[in-house]
């Protein structure tokens, strides 16, 4: 079974600071993703990564930053968190380029105060 | 850029009841996929629909991909309580990443 795990199920920061947000796939996948989630408005793509140390911008990357250092890691970086960010992000994982099943993690459940 | 949209946004039935949502995109897909996420949970892939006017079912679960490759059906026959949760299409136009719509929130009263 594939496993997506990330660094945390809840976490509240305060205006300004800086965040990171970890993720750790076993599965030896080349793509991760990094989503959020809000009421409404579905999944959005913040970052993606198809291979380690590359990455590209989702829908929505502003106030955003990604690092991939392995292939088994992805981190989301809120350089200075603001309070529309408050909301669940999901990373996710697939084996091929574009089109192949995506396995989530648990989600980040992100309060900005 | 390419959109997905679903309906209904949200859907309350009783259990026993059918149920459909509807997914359609803004530019013809190279692909289609269903996810299922239970009310505090992940997004859990359902299924992958690919070629034009595609039918698959999976026990109660049927899904359909149109004949032109822009919109796709999900309908559950006899709900349970177990169906509850939110239901997502993620279409791929080719050669671009996949869009994720907004989702159906199904409550099935039992």
């Known amino acids: 079974d594939v496993k997506v795990t990330q660094s945390s199920r809840y976490l509240v920061k305060r205006t300004g600071e800086k965040v990171f947000l970890e993720c750790v796939q076993d599965?030896?996948?080349?793509?991760m993703f990094w989503y959020r989630q809000d009421p409404g408005l579905g999944l959005r793509l913040i970052y993606f990564?198809?291979?380690?140390?590359?990455?590209e911008k989702g829908d929505i990357p502003e106030g955003y930053s990604v690092s991939r250092e392995k292939k088994e890691r992805f981190s989301l970086i809120l350089e200075s968190a603001s309070t529309n960010q408050t909301s669940m992000y999901l990373c996710?994982?697939?084996?091929?380029?574009?089109?192949?099943?995506?396995?989530f993690g648990p989600g980040t459940r992100l309060t900005v105060l | 850029g390419q959109q997905v949209m679903q309906i209904p946004q949200y859907q309350h039935v009783q259990e026993g009841e059918d149920f459909t949502t509807y997914c359609n995109s803004s530019?013809?897909?190279?692909?289609i996929q269903w996810y299922k996420q239970r009310p505090g949970g992940h997004p859990v892939f359902l299924i992958q629909l690919v070629k034009s006017g595609e039918v698959k079912k999976q026990k109660r679960l049927t899904f359909q991909f149109g004949e032109a490759k822009k919109n796709s059906s999900l309908h559950i026959t006899a709900t349970q309580t177990t169906d509850v949760g939110t239901y997502f299409c993620a279409g791929n136009g080719y050669g671009q990443n996949f869009v994720f719509g907004p989702g159906t929130r199904l409550s099935v009263l039992p």
């Open positions: 996710a994982s697939s084996f091929g380029r574009r089109g192949d099943t995506q396995y």
């Open positions: 990564s198809y291979d380690v140390k590359m990455k």
């Open positions: 599965m030896d996948h080349e793509n």
């Open positions: 530019t013809t897909l190279s692909n």
